[in-house]
Nanobody, 115 residues
Framework: QVQLVESGGGLVQAGGSLRLSCAAP????????FTWYRQAPWKQRELVAL???????NYADSVNGRFTISGDNAKNTVSLEMNSLKVEDAGVYYC?????????WGQGTQVTVSS
């Protein structure tokens, strides 16, 4: 099964920064959207940020202004720059790529934010 590869999670103090990266195998082409989701313990998975092939983006209200999503269509990669992290930003972050009609997920990367 094709899976995306995520990296960059870790432990950071509140107020700090982390950068997550996600790479899709080359056989996944013409990706229309990359999306970052996160899931905290005992909570549903939620959308954090999305970038379309044309570069347009959307963010959850809770991260708008603090997180930045960027992508490289040629390299099939996407990154999520997370600044001013809060304790409530902690969770497992997942990357999803849509190559209509298929969707591919990564295995998730843990982000821990200490107070």
């Amino acid at each position: 099964q094709v899976q995306l590869v995520e990296s960059g999670g870790g432990l950071v103090q509140a107020g700090g920064s982390l950068r997550l990266s996600c790479a899709a195998p080359g056989r996944i082409f013409n990706i229309t959207t990359f999306t970052w989701y996160r899931q905290a313990p005992w909570k549903q998975r939620e959308l954090v940020a999305l970038i379309r092939r044309d570069g347009t983006t959307n963010y959850a209200d809770s991260v708008n202004g603090r997180f930045t999503i960027s992508g490289d269509n040629a390299k099939n990669t996407v990154s999520l720059e997370m600044n001013s992290l809060k304790v409530e930003d902690a969770g497992v972050y997942y990357c999803k790529a849509v190559q209509w009609p298929a969707a591919y997920w990564g295995q998730g990367t843990q982000v821990t934010v200490s107070s």
